[in-house]
């Protein structure tokens, strides 16, 4: 758990979670964090498996998914006019992980995946789900509760393999609920 991010405001938004694992060591992990000043990132992955290799890989991807601050990598990529970056689609996101893992000697290690982005100023969002459980949103206007997302395949299962974005809108008094099988 001290791997795991502390429940935080970030710009308007709050980010809370309930980390219950099936097991002391698991490949569960997520995080959220503002990538520039404008847009938070989140992520929730869940490597096959478990024990200390499912618990290390997932540390390891966790990683590659939450970059340092200004730093520049395959989330945040530099332009060279203003804003002199560009962030990287979450569609993108997957197909550059399976890109990377699907080419692995190791090919029983794969994971889902939900990767977003959130537009604090516009309250739009962007997210994959790549094999991963359907993200939920609460649409506190009309009292119900919408799956988000299109499915798609696990990543570093297979290579060449397309993930395709999806766009909604998180309004005040929403909830969007990002969750794990495990």
Not at 79 to 102: C, D, G, I, M, W
Not at 110 to 139: C, I, K, M, S
Request: with cysteine; aromatic share 14%; net charge negative.
């Amino acid at each position: 758990q001290p791997l795991l991010p502390a429940p935080a405001r970030v710009g308007c938004y709050q980010g809370d979670w309930l980390f219950l694992p099936a097991a002391m060591l698991a490949g569960d992990m997520f995080g959220y964090y503002p990538i520039d000043d404008r847009h938070l990132a989140f992520f929730q992955i869940d490597v096959a498996g478990h024990g200390i290799p499912a618990a290390l890989f997932s540390f390891s991807v966790s990683q590659t998914l939450t970059p340092a601050k200004d730093a520049y990598g395959f989330l945040k990529r530099p332009l060279s006019k203003p804003p002199f970056y560009t962030l990287t689609s979450p569609a993108t996101v997957a197909q550059e992980l399976n890109r990377h893992f699907a080419s692995r000697e190791d090919t029983e290690m794969y994971f889902t995946l939900v990767y977003g982005l959130l537009n604090q100023e516009t309250g739009r969002a962007t997210l994959v789900q790549a094999g991963h459980p359907y993200p939920l949103r609460w649409d506190r206007e009309r009292s119900r509760i919408e799956r988000i997302g299109a499915g798609g395949f696990a990543v570093g299962m297979l290579p060449g393999l397309d993930y395709e974005t999806v766009t909604f809108d998180i309004r005040p008094g929403d909830r969007l609920f990002v969750y794990s099988d495990g």
